[in-house]
Antibody
Framework: EVQLVQSGAEVKKPGESLKISCKDS????????IAWVRQMPGKGLEWMGIIYPGDSDTRYSPSFQGQVTISADKSTNTAYLQWSSLKPSDTAMYYCATSVSAPGWFDPWGQGTLVTVSS | DIQLTQSPSFLSASVGDRVTITCRASQAISSYLAWYQQKPGKAPKLLIY???TLQSGVPSRFSGSGSGTEFTLTISSLQPEDFATYYCQQFNRYPITFGQGTRLEIK
């Protein structure tokens, strides 16, 4: 059974870098796609991008292309979302979620990582 | 991008009511639509995929229908635990998009 566990909440300053993680405690990490979804405070869900850890095939939403980097490490069953220079507008909850196909539906989801960017 | 518009955005209903939420796509997406439930402070939960297939473990009072550009999520008899926000999501093509959400509150 796939179960995603995300890294803890982060508080960062504008301009800082950050890498958050999503670890799959199941047995088939390389057989699923892992997506990242943003939810800004009080707002809806936004798909950011998706990666297939088996071969690192990655797709980005045009809204997030160039703003973030999605990666995965098969040896540790972990997917990552990283920023090189955070902005206050990056303050949000970030969820990872699995998909058996791409594009596809998402299930299950990680518990979320809250990122706060403030000076 | 494919835009998804949910209606209503806000819905007030009572326990036992039958409610329907609509999701309209800006272009045809066949049956490539999913529905999620999200409660405050929690991750979204998959309810329905492929427009009408109930995810394992989801109560049968939830049902989905539609194809092409118009889809509905119906809850046949609202239970207290159903008060939440509901989102539709299309996976016909990239970029994957979500509806803006429908907040279901207790009347």
């Amino acid at each position: 059974e796939v179960q995603l566990v995300q890294s803890g909440a982060e508080v960062k300053k504008p301009g800082e870098s950050l890498k958050i993680s999503c670890k799959d405690s199941g047995y088939r990490f390389t057989n699923y796609w892992i997506a990242w979804v943003r939810q800004m405070p009080g707002k809806g869900l936004e798909w950011m991008g998706i990666i297939y850890p088996g071969d690192s095939d990655t797709r980005y939403s045009p809204s997030f292309q160039g703003q973030v980097t999605i990666s995965a490490d098969k040896s540790t069953n972990t997917a990552y979302l990283q920023w090189s220079s955070l902005k206050p507008s990056d303050t949000a909850m970030y969820y990872c979620a699995t998909s058996v196909s791409a594009p596809g539906w998402f299930d299950p989801w990680g518990q979320g990582t809250l990122v706060t960017v403030s000076s | 991008d494919i835009q998804l518009t949910q209606s209503p955005s806000f819905l007030s209903a009572s326990v036992g009511d039958r409610v329907t939420i609509t999701c309209r796509a800006s272009q045809a997406i066949s049956s490539y639509l999913a529905w999620y439930q999200q409660k405050p402070g929690k991750a979204p939960k998959l309810l329905i995929y492929a427009a009408s297939t109930l995810q394992s473990g989801v109560p049968s009072r939830f049902s989905g229908s539609g194809s092409g550009t118009e889809f509905t999520l119906t809850i046949s008899s609202l239970q207290p635990e159903d008060f939440a926000t509901y989102y539709c999501q299309q996976f016909n093509r990239y970029p994957i998009t979500f509806g803006q959400g429908t907040r279901l509150e207790i009347k």
